[in-house]
T-cell receptor, first 111, second 112 residues
């Protein structure tokens, strides 16, 4: 039972490049979320999903797209990377008591 | 005003001390409450859920005051390994249950 996995662990992009951060969970959870955490700050919700085929915006959705074609996978796409998107990205899935399980994070630097 | 507010600290305490963190939330429709622990450069991990009746897990006690809209976490007999950032988290139920709101965290350093 792997829980929530994220790839890659580290990534460096140039301004304007695009990429997809991968997230998968094996707990059959319906709810999944993407957060970003900037140095010394709290987690901010980017997008979330309440089930396959259903996504919604969080607090800071601009510059990011998501899709949810399966229960297991919830990729986050950066459309055109900007230095302001330098951050640590966490994916989480939500259990039946609304507790969240986080992946190990992706550390992204945009130069 | 932030939806979930925590004293950022840092709290610097000696081993064996008792330390308490408070968290306030602004949305009275909030239904689920949690404390998470986050170690430096790691993912947050669930420490404990917070119930209206209060709950205890070893050295940790969490309490909820719905009338005043605050949550507390008490750590007794602090250990060096308790050094971390503690995050207060609030959830709605129903269709918004996927939207957790996190406080910015309270940093605790336990010193020998």
């Amino acid at each position: 039972n792997a829980g929530v996995t994220q790839t890659p662990k580290f990534q460096v992009l140039k301004t304007g490049q695009s990429m997809t951060l991968q997230c998968a969970q094996d707990m059959n959870h319906e709810y999944m979320s993407w957060y970003r955490q900037d140095p010394g700050m709290g987690l901010r919700l980017i997008h979330y999903s309440v089930g396959a085929g259903i996504t919604d915006q969080g607090e800071v959705p601009n510059g990011y797209n998501v899709s949810r074609s399966t229960t297991e996978d919830f990729p986050l796409r950066l459309l055109s990377a900007a230095p302001s998107q330098t951050s640590v990205y966490f994916c989480a899935s939500t259990g039946v008591a609304y507790e969240q399980y986080f992946g190990p994070g992706t550390r992204l630097t945009v130069t | 005003r932030k939806e979930v507010e925590q004293d950022p600290g840092p709290f610097n305490v000696p081993e064996g001390a008792t330390v308490a963190f408070n968290c306030t939330y602004s949305n009275s429709a909030s239904q689920s409450f949690f404390w998470y622990r986050q170690d430096c450069r790691k993912e947050p991990k669930l420490l404990m859920s917070v119930y209206s009746s209060g709950n205890e897990d070893g050295r940790f006690t969490a309490q909820l005051n719905r009338a005043s809209q605050y949550i507390s976490l008490l750590i007794r007999d602090s250990k060096l390994s308790d050094s971390a950032t503690y995050l207060c988290v609030v959830n709605m139920w129903g269709t918004n249950a996927g939207k957790s709101t996190f406080g910015d965290g309270t940093t605790l350093t336990v010193k020998p």
